[in-house]
């Protein structure tokens, strides 16, 4: 399995960012679940990166 770094794992929660804020902008219930579902990913990723940075 390949081992990810940090500029990518960077990369990846930005566009999940950016995604999110897209989906949120829509008028329909599901893609505020949806953005809700992608930023509780982001947060996750982003903890464990400022986790792996200690």
């Known amino acids: 399995m390949a081992d ?3 500029t990518d794992l ?3 929660i930005s566009y999940l960012d ?3 804020k ?3 902008a829509l ?3 599901k893609c505020k679940c949806r953005a809700h ?3 509780q ?3 996750k990723l ?3 990166l400022n986790h792996d940075k200690k």
């Open 22 to 24: 897209i989906y949120d």
């Open 10 to 12: 960077q990369k990846v």
């Open 41 to 43: 990913l982001t947060n």
């Open 46 to 48: 982003k903890s464990k």
């Open 4 to 6: 990810l770094c940090k």
């Open 27 to 29: 008028p329909m219930q």
């Open 37 to 39: 579902m992608i930023t």
């Open 18 to 20: 950016e995604a999110a």
